[in-house]
């Protein structure tokens, strides 16, 4: 490999995505840290590197026993945010709330020393919500991965009128280096390019769903046979989990707080939130 464009890294966050961002990064040579608030929620992290492990054994090109395992047992785990900030560049994946994230950043702009980016993960904010908490406006950007990263591997780089081009040339080539294929946007975009195409077809699946019209399977099969997609909206869904949608559309309007309201009450109120859980609109085995 190349010199590493940011040898330290950390991710802040250590939920569904967060704990993928990290493993990829791990097992592609870099030093790594996640941190998380507490020790229950890192106790979680070990256990989900542990079960990314299995899966890319099963389903990633040359990952072998030794090295996937060597992953997900090397990644340091910390609640000391002050530890966490000691990085060349560190990627914030917390939950979708505008004040938690502007609250982290404005702590991490007193802890990390000068060398550091920032990357965010957010899916439905833009950088310019977070860059005044920063410190860093030329060295802040975004950096978003989807989920099942080591199968949907775009990475969608995204900064704000203050970012410095170097530094975004910077994580590109880092995105790279991670095996990331990196998609580069001029301006700042609500959704990316990624949700920007995804959201709207799969709102237009639950709309049909939720009107009455015809039942998810039955959607799911229509799209599939249509178009040759390997998976339609409800499939789609469910390895998101239904709570990212939930929280997209009750903040929309009227059409879209409806469909929010269907999921809560026909599915996240029921327990059903997507394959994670075991079911959501189809039910799982493993």
């Known amino acids: ?73 090397g990644i340091q785990l910390t609640d000391d945010l002050a530890v966490a900030a000691d990085a060349d560049l560190i990627i914030e994946a917390v939950p979708e709330i505008l004040a938690v994230k502007r609250d982290i950043y404005t702590k991490l702009a007193t802890l990390a020393p000068e060398r550091t980016v920032f990357a965010t993960n957010s899916s439905t904010l833009l950088p310019s919500d977070l860059v005044d908490a920063t410190g860093r406006g030329d060295r802040f950007l975004a950096l978003h991965f989807a989920n099942r990263i080591w199968q949907f591997n775009t990475a969608e780089i995204m900064g704000t009128p203050q970012t410095d081009p170097k530094v975004f040339q910077r994580v590109v080539e880092f995105a790279k280096q991670i095996g990331m294929v990196p998609i580069e946007l001029h301006k700042e975009k609500a959704g990316y390019v990624l949700n920007s195409l995804l959201v709207p077809f799969l709102n237009s699946g639950m709309a049909l769903a939720a009107g009455g019209y015809a039942e998810p399977a039955a959607i799911d099969a229509t799209w599939r046979i249509a178009t040759g997609s390997p998976s339609g909206p409800f499939q789609i869904l469910d390895v998101v989990g239904l709570t990212t949608p939930y929280n997209i559309a009750k903040n929309g309007d009227a059409a879209h707080q409806k469909l929010a309201e269907w999921l809560k009450t026909n599915y996240i109120d029921k327990g059903k939130l997507g394959r994670a859980s075991g079911e959501g609109f189809y039910k799982y085995n493993d």
């Not at 790594?32 to 990633?60: C, H």
């Open 1 to 73: 490999m190349t010199d590493k464009t940011f040898p330290k890294v950390t991710v802040l966050g250590t939920g569904v995505l967060g704990s993928q961002i990290a493993y990829q990064t791990k097992i592609r040579g870099f030093d790594v840290t996640a941190y998380d608030i507490n020790a229950e929620a890192l106790a979680k992290a070990r256990t989900r590197f542990v079960g990314l492990a299995k899966i890319y054994q099963q389903e990633v090109k040359g990952a072998d026993t030794a090295n996937t395992e060597a992953a997900a047992t």
